[in-house]
């Protein structure tokens, strides 16, 4: 499996302003992935990132609100862009392992006020 | 669309007992199929898979079934321990490694 790093664990943010959050991963990976879970919801997929290349966004995310970076092949970011208290989420990061499967980061648990 | 069900948000099993956590899928061109485990403050861990060839897959207490023509896949935990308290999520992936996961179920294990 891979060790995957999220940082922050959780943080209160006041609505407008920007929140980064860090991934790092113990091992090379090509595919990253980034998912929010809302209360009481389910995961669902933000966006595909990929080293070298855009990332490939889902329908109903955009760039201008969730910009990745991914500068290698071990570190990735996801902002969360103009914070409205509907983004308190949970923010995982992902990878996936050929023939391994997917592994999470523990989470980044983000609160608008 | 829901592409990937679970129907019941929450479960609760004696300690001892079998636990049957369920899923439907619509989209056919699911071939793989996951199962997680997630507790609270933390980020899912992976459970046990299924192929899309197979009907069956076992790993010590869970085995996961898959039956295709219902499009239905159960998770089976025997027996069941306090330990296996946690929300459980249902998963299936196409090709491009993307997850599509189900909504959850709260499996609570009573001792």
């Known amino acids: 499996s891979a060790v995957i790093s999220q940082k922050p664990s959780r943080d209160i943010c006041q609505r407008g302003t920007s929140l980064t959050i860090q991934c790092q991963v113990d091992s090379q990976v090509t595919m990253m992935f980034w998912y929010r879970q809302q209360p009481g919801q389910s995961l669902t997929l933000i966006a595909t990132a990929n080293q070298g290349s855009e990332a490939t966004y889902e329908s109903g995310f955009v760039i201008d609100k969730f910009p990745i970076s991914r500068p290698n092949l071990t570190f990735s970011t996801l902002t969360v862009s103009n914070m409205s208290p509907e983004d308190s989420s949970i923010y995982l990061c992902?990878?996936?392992?050929w023939g391994k499967g997917t592994f999470f980061g523990q989470g980044t648990r983000l609160t608008v006020v | 669309d829901q592409q990937v069900k679970q129907n019941s948000p929450s479960l609760s099993v004696q300690e001892g007992r079998i636990s049957i956590l369920n899923c439907d899928y619509t989209n056919s061109m699911f071939d793989y199929f996951l199962w997680y485990k997630k507790y609270p403050a933390e980020g899912p861990t992976f459970l046990i898979s299924i192929s899309s060839i197979k009907d069956k897959n076992e790993d010590g207490r869970f085995t996961v079934f898959l039956n295709k023509s219902a499009k239905h896949l159960s998770l089976h935990i025997v027996p069941s321990q306090p330990g296996d308290s946690a929300v459980y999520f249902c998963a299936a992936q196409s090709s491009g490694d993307k997850l599509t996961f189900g909504t959850g179920t709260r499996l609570a294990v009573r001792p």
């Open positions: 992902s990878v996936a392992l």
